[in-house]
């Protein structure tokens, strides 16, 4: 079954590199996990009380979470307006579960870590958990991202 889903992300992730209509839209993909990313862990680490799923994530927060979807939607509503010469009202709410989609892959392959008692995935990034860990939210969040590509904007 892993190798099925990992094959599906990778075609994925192929047809975003090669969409045709949005030479960037591989860029939005990095923006949108990157921005959530980021976004909740300053909210997080600022005004974070509330743990998210402490047993997976210990240092994660609701409001860091709430902060990273925030964050991010705006990003990629600024991120359409220069790059995909359409923005639509709706598609902050788009990006809004985008960005927690992109946050659940994260909790994802946390939960499959600690289940298996690995710290990191791999050494190359010391201190960040791993190359997987960079990758993990986009990973989980192409098929999706790629889908509001096809639907929303043609």
């Not at 190359?124 to 991202?145: A, E, N, Q």
Request: proline share 4%.
């Amino acid at each position: 079954v892993s190798g099925l889903l990992i094959s599906f992300t990778t075609f994925c992730l192929f047809q975003l590199i090669e969409f045709l209509p949005y030479p960037y839209a591989f860029l939005g993909l990095v923006l949108i996990a990157s921005s959530a990313d980021t976004g909740a862990w300053f909210v997080g680490k600022n005004w974070g009380k509330t743990p998210l799923w402490k047993s997976v994530s210990p240092n994660k927060t609701l409001e860091g979470s709430v902060g990273g979807v925030v964050i991010s939607s705006i990003f990629m509503m600024i991120y359409c307006q220069f790059f995909m010469m359409s923005v639509k009202w709706y598609f902050i709410f788009i990006f809004a579960i985008l960005a927690i989609l992109s946050a659940l892959g994260d909790l994802v392959q946390s939960k499959l870590k600690r289940k298996y008692q690995i710290k990191d995935s791999s050494s190359l990034i010391p201190g960040h958990g791993g190359v997987f860990d960079r990758g993990d939210s986009i990973l989980f969040l192409t098929p999706f991202y790629l889908l509001f590509l096809v639907f929303a904007l043609n």
